[in-house]
């Protein structure tokens, strides 16, 4: 249960095993509770705000440790409270110690996210910008590090923000004509409502639409690498991640299974999946390997299917693939080495790109992954343009979205103005509950139970 009071709250901030732990103390009367606890040149409850204190952490007449603290005074703090953190020696002995000591004299060890918790209530963080503290803490890459670090500057909260509050006027002018029902005014202008409607379902929409790579970017780009056996996938694989992960051979079939590999190329990852070749064939396991292929092809961003260079005949190995209208393919030719050379312009079609390269020596595969860089969009993330990444905002845009398209239908279509202000109130509902106007116990606790402790 998360507690919505003003206890003072205490945890380590820092995982075990470095040099340093820093411990948070938050809460009302956090500052003189620590200085009962703190000796110094100065008294903790006498220091200003943003101060830095060296002394000892006692026990009685024990030096428990000697420690730096740090003092910040409400609201000028993370939570808006009045908080301590200190930093001491990097023992877990220690850092249990001085936690006892302090809940001991009446602290209360933090819920999951409840320092986070407390700077939303605080007003300090708007709820997708605290959302981003735990993206942050989590971001593995330069792009989940890029998106998480724009939300949490404010990204697209603030705009929606500004957009909800004048919808937010309009539709209170709305509503006040319906206390006017019998006398036929109208206070809200239609004109200045189809344009904020429409101004909202383009951003809206154009937020929900940089889902998908935001997804991607942030849990990683899973790219398939397929085609027949043979053609040079593990090759590719190996190429790809500088390692022998997959085992190269001239048997045909001897991918049987999809081998998964992570790489952080130019600070995107991407999760390349080396599959069995697809063709028929009556070895039971390697039937297994391919319905694995059709499984990793169902899941990927991109797909790198590969041809050998001897074949020029490429669609017929699609194999009777349909992508998704969200997946791309990348057509690769490998083996440019034996049956072409590598600038050799191989026949392109309008919508079809063919990347040559040579597996085995390296060729080619520098445009690959320029290719590869472009279609993920990576570009764009790393710009710090803004990208949706969270579930839950992506769902709450697409209901939004759905609102903002049967209010400008009634709009157009005359719908009585009591309905129209009910689709309307539907979408600053769900806006709402992105930037967190709108916000039940149930949202919060399942955004802020991800968060690890101390944060
Ligand atoms: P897979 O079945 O598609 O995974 O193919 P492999 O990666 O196991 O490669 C099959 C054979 O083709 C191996 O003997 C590789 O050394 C060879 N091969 C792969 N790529 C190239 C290439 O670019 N040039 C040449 N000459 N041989 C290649």
Redesign the pocket.
């Known amino acids: 249960m998360i507690h919505l009071d003003h206890d003072i709250i205490i945890a380590p901030a820092t995982a075990t095993g470095g040099a340093l732990c820093i411990i948070r103390l938050s809460g009302e009367g956090a500052i003189e509770m620590c200085d009962s606890l703190f000796r110094g040149k100065k008294r903790l409850a006498e220091a200003k705000g943003a101060t830095l204190h060296y002394g000892y952490i006692m026990d009685g007449k024990q030096v428990v440790d000697d420690v730096v603290v740090s003092v910040f005074r409400a609201p000028h703090s993370y939570t808006g409270e009045d908080s301590i953190e200190i930093s001491a020696h990097g023992s877990l002995y220690i850092a249990n110690r001085i936690i006892s000591l302090l809940t001991s004299h009446g602290a209360r060890l933090a819920e999951a996210g409840e320092f986070t918790r407390r700077a939303f209530m605080a007003g300090k963080l708007d709820l997708s910008q605290a959302e981003a503290v735990a993206d942050i803490i989590a971001s593995d890459s330069r792009a989940s590090h890029a998106i998480a670090s724009t939300q949490m500057r404010g990204g697209y909260s603030e705009e929606l923000r500004s957009l909800r509050d004048k919808l937010l006027h309009i539709c209170s002018l709305l509503e006040l004509e319906l206390d006017f029902s019998e006398e036929d005014v109208e206070f809200a202008d239609r004109q200045e409502l189809s344009r904020l409607l429409n101004e909202l379902l383009l951003k809206v929409r154009s937020l929900a639409d940089s889902f998908s790579l935001g997804n991607a970017l942030k849990h990683g780009v899973n790219v398939a690498i397929v085609?027949r056996?043979?053609?040079?996938?593990?090759?590719l694989l190996n190429r790809l991640i500088g390692e022998e992960r997959a085992m190269?051979?001239?048997i045909?079939g001897?991918?049987r299974d999809s081998i998964e590999e992570s790489v952080n190329i130019e600070g995107v990852i991407y999760r390349f999946v080396d599959t069995a070749?697809l063709h028929s064939t009556d070895d039971r396991l390697e039937q297994m390997g391919i319905e694995r292929t059709w499984k990793a092809l169902e899941k990927a961003h991109i797909i790198l299917w590969i041809t050998d260079s001897a074949d020029r005949d490429i669609e017929k190995d699609l194999c009777g693939f349909a992508p998704s209208p969200e997946q791309r393919i990348i057509h690769v030719i490998?083996?440019i080495?034996?049956h072409a050379k590598e600038d050799q312009p191989i026949t392109e079609t309008q919508d079809k790109k063919y990347i040559p390269i040579?597996?085995?020596?390296g060729l080619g595969i520098d445009k690959l992954l320029a290719e590869l860089h472009t279609i993920a969009d990576a570009t764009n993330a790393l710009r710090g343009d803004v990208i949706v990444s969270s579930q839950r905002h992506y769902e709450a845009l697409r209901k939004a979205q759905e609102s903002l398209v049967r209010s400008l239908d009634g709009l157009h279509n005359g719908t009585p103005t009591d309905l129209l202000s009910e689709d309307i109130r539907q979408v600053m509902y769900h806006i709402g509950t992105i930037t967190g106007e709108i916000n039940s116990e149930d949202i919060l606790k399942s955004i802020f139970s991800s968060f690890c402790i101390g944060k």
């Open positions: 085609g056996p043979n053609v040079g996938k593990s090759t190269v051979s001239e045909a001897t991918t070749g490998n083996k080495d034996l040579s597996a085995k020596l």
